[in-house]
């Protein structure tokens, strides 16, 4: 199914011709050089006058070649080589007529022939014999309604197309002036910037997800969505998040207000309301930008269609993208990262149109509560790797969000292996605000204890808000008022960064008339807790509100350090020596610097090791249907430190022996192991046996929550299906994760494993 994730064009087709009239692309470095450009030509001239006709793959190089420089697409072969490469790129796609580019389309799968159906037909007409430049100049120009007017009618690929040709300060230009609030609020609005809270806990903990929210509030913070990750998809475990924090919200009376969302899979969401009525909110799905990719995601444009038009009451759905998802997952399909972002967009902008069709029907007036969230960063350095990137990956997709009418919020993040700071993200915010996006991300901190990477924190939403004047959603923020966080002028109060404040609060709405002394031990107790299950809580503040606490900020930087060291760790031969019938495996990956740059060459075998996975097939036969593979993943440290590995696979094994699991005797060590090299390894030893086959893989998780925490993927497919190279792909495996001894025990950890593996089997 899936491509590896660097894909170089080693040969590029079309040949040299003389004359003024030839256009050469060829790879420097791996990246594309474009010589002996006419003055006057567009795209499609030179690209014939060269090679005699239209060929796909030279357009698609050059549409990558206009982008600013990203390691994204360098890796796929579709980066300029140098500045004027670029200048060149650029100079013929901005001479190129809307028309004749959509006459071409860069890739045709069932998502474009549904994008360019969500177009005006009357808007067409406004661009279609114009050329990019002169689009982007209406743009730049123009008012907000008639930027509106004539973005309705531009294809996806065609917005993607002109961010390319703008500067950093053109596209803030843009974002200053186009605005889609969501229905009926200012989220979106001008001069409004909203926040998404993300109360995350590595253990679905209930307690840990409402103190976050209480924190945020306490803050004056979190007016979009009270959106968590869940480490569980078990319907179950989803449905008692959402009524959690469903229950927070009815209890302050502002469900009217502000929704809450579980950002499971749509259909353990839609589970999870079966078995729950009333339960969900808004509905979160990831969205890729061509069918392949989204194939990962386990959504079909059927799917997504259907549940679009089920959503006609007041909450639709909630989107999160980000440049580089698709071709990390293989699927590329040779052309660059901005245009498959725009293309997450206009699939956006298709369903949102389905919400709205649905309310209609439903005798409602029309009016999609739908947002997106460009997760800008958390991939990693295969992506891009500086601070200069992530901003103007942020600005590009702003603007192609506000060009697809969506109400566009970010999260302006980054991972521990990339060459951006806790400092670097301060200075992200500070270039990327001007453009207005509608939110950001709000967690305790700028470190999410769950997922590992950076983002932004409650106390920058205050920074922000007090730098450059923006305002929160006026329902909520006189919310804010009357819980006394704020003063009537907006000021932080004497309860401002206290959550045993709005606990007391939310006590008292429950009708609770114990003392306030009582209720506030009890609160202090619970915030005990949860800081000593690793989640984070904010209270109070540094030198001015906008600011951590000195020895929170100290933590966090602590925090930061342990991680670092932990992402270039490697697992020691005294380690080693300790893991039982131990068969040692390697990637591809040179070293631990090739391993973190070029994640690709982690997640195919070494030579040797393929060779050894068949000398094991053959020694095993068909004795076995369970085989454990442990890597060392993006924290070495997770499986080396004590009370981890051993206590696992010691319960682990025991329990599977227990419900008729024949387990292999050894346990497969990868260094510099991916996900993926698991499925390889089961593609090699499986592939073609008979019966259900599983491969147990268990890995460090990326380091930065302060936990040094590992997963366990769950892959569990038949013989015939492990045959199939690439067939087996994270869309058909479970993962069990968080598992510290500080997070999810490591035997709970093994108990859930098992869990889970049997209802694989039952199902």
Not at 157 to 179: H, P, R, S, W, Y
Request: aromatic share 8%.
């Amino acid at each position: 199914m899936r491509l590896p994730r660097r894909q170089f064009v080693h040969t590029l087709i079309g040949s040299c011709f003389s004359g003024a009239l030839s256009l050469r692309l060829t790879m420097a470095s791996e990246k594309i050089a474009v010589d002996n450009l006419e003055s006057g030509s567009d795209l499609f001239s030179q690209i014939r006058q060269s090679n005699g006709k239209f060929q796909i793959e030279e357009y698609r190089k050059l549409l990558g070649a206009a982008n600013e420089f990203k390691e994204g697409d360098h890796a796929i072969g579709v980066a300029a080589a140098d500045n004027e490469a670029r200048f060149r790129a650029r100079s013929m796609l901005a001479k190129t007529r809307i028309g004749q580019f959509d006459a071409h389309p860069v890739f045709e799968d069932e998502l474009y022939r549904l994008l360019i159906q969500t177009r005006d037909p009357q808007a067409i007409r406004l661009s279609e014999n114009l050329t990019f430049r002169q689009v982007k100049e209406r743009i730049l120009s123009g008012d907000e309604q008639s930027v509106k007017d004539i973005a309705a009618g531009l294809s996806s690929d065609a917005i993607g197309c002109i961010v390319k040709l703008m500067t950093n300060q053109e596209l803030v230009a843009v974002g200053q002036k186009v605005f889609t609030p969501l229905p009926g609020t200012q989220i979106g609005a001008k001069g409004y910037l909203g926040a998404r809270v993300q109360p995350n806990s590595p253990t679905d903990n209930l307690d840990d997800i409402r103190w976050q929210v209480f924190d945020a509030w306490s803050y004056a913070v979190g007016d979009v969505v009270l959106g968590t990750n869940p480490v569980s998809s078990d319907p179950r475990s989803v449905a008692a998040i959402e009524l959690a924090l469903k229950d927070v919200l009815e209890t302050f009376g502002i469900d009217d207000a502000l929704p809450h969302c579980v950002l499971a899979h749509i259909d353990v969401q839609a589970e999870a309301e079966r078995l729950h009525p009333q339960s969900t909110a808004l509905w979160f799905q990831s969205i890729a930008g061509c069918d392949t990719a989204n194939q990962t995601f386990d959504i079909t444009l059927e799917k997504m269609l259907k549940y679009a038009a089920s959503r006609d009451g007041k909450y639709g759905l909630y989107f999160e993208t980000g440049q580089g998802a698709d071709f990390t997952n293989g699927h590329s399909h040779g052309f660059d990262m901005v245009l498959h972002e725009s293309r997450k967009y206009g699939f956006a902008r298709a369903l949102q149109q389905t919400v709205a069709t649905a309310q209609q029907a439903a005798g409602k007036t029309p009016a999609p509560w739908v947002h997106l969230n460009d997760v800008a960063g958390f991939i990693g350095p295969e992506v891009f790797r500086s601070r200069e990137q992530l901003v103007r990956c942020c600005l590009e997709d702003i603007v192609m969000g506000k060009l697809h009418n969506l109400t566009i919020g970010l999260d302006v993040c980054s991972t521990l292996h990339m060459d951006v700071s806790l400092d670097d993200l301060d200075w992200c915010l500070d270039q990327i605000m001007p453009a207005n996006p509608a939110y950001l991300m709000a967690l305790p901190t700028k470190i999410d204890p769950m997922l590992g990477y950076l983002t932004t924190g409650y106390q920058d939403h205050v920074r922000l808000r007090e730098k450059f004047g923006f305002k929160v959603n006026d329902a909520i923020w006189a919310f804010f008022k009357e819980l006394q966080v704020i003063d009537e002028h907006g000021k932080p109060t004497q309860h401002f960064g206290n959550p045993l404040w709005v606990y007391l609060q939310y006590r008292r709405c429950k009708g609770d008339t114990r003392t306030d002394q009582a209720i506030l031990d009890e609160g202090h107790t619970e915030i005990q807790s949860v800081r000593q299950r690793g989640v984070f809580l904010a209270e109070g503040y540094g030198a001015n509100p906008g600011e951590l606490s000195r020895d929170l900020n100290r933590a966090i930087r602590q925090i930061y350090k342990d991680a670092k060291e932990s992402i270039w760790a490697e697992l020691t031969s005294e380690f080693i020596a300790t893991i039982p019938n131990c068969l040692m495996l390697h990637t591809q990956s040179v070293d631990r610097n090739d391993y973190i740059l070029h994640p690709s060459t982690g997640e195919v075998l070494s030579a040797p090791s393929e060779q050894a996975i068949r000398k094991l097939r053959q020694k095993n036969t068909n004795e076995y249907d369970v085989q454990i593979v442990i890597s060392d993943g993006l924290n070495a440290n997770s499986i080396m430190d004590q009370g981890h590995l051993e206590v696992f696979l010691e319960t682990l094994r025991p329990q599977l022996a227990t419900v008729g699991y024949r387990v292999a005797n050894e346990n497969l060590l990868i260094t510099s192991g991916r996900v993926r090299a698991g499925y390889r390894i089961g593609e090699n030893l499986f592939g073609g046996l008979s019966g259900q086959r599983t491969i147990l893989h268990v890995i460090g998780e990326r380091p930065g929550t302060g936990h040094h925490t590992f997963s366990v993927y769950i892959t569990s497919e038949t013989g015939k299906i492990w045959s199939v190279p690439g067939k087996v792909d994270h869309d058909v495996t479970k993962v069990v994760s968080g598992i510290a001894t500080t997070a999810l025990a490591p035997a709970k950890g093994a108990d859930e494993t098992v869990r889970i593996l049997k209802a694989i089997s039952n199902a």
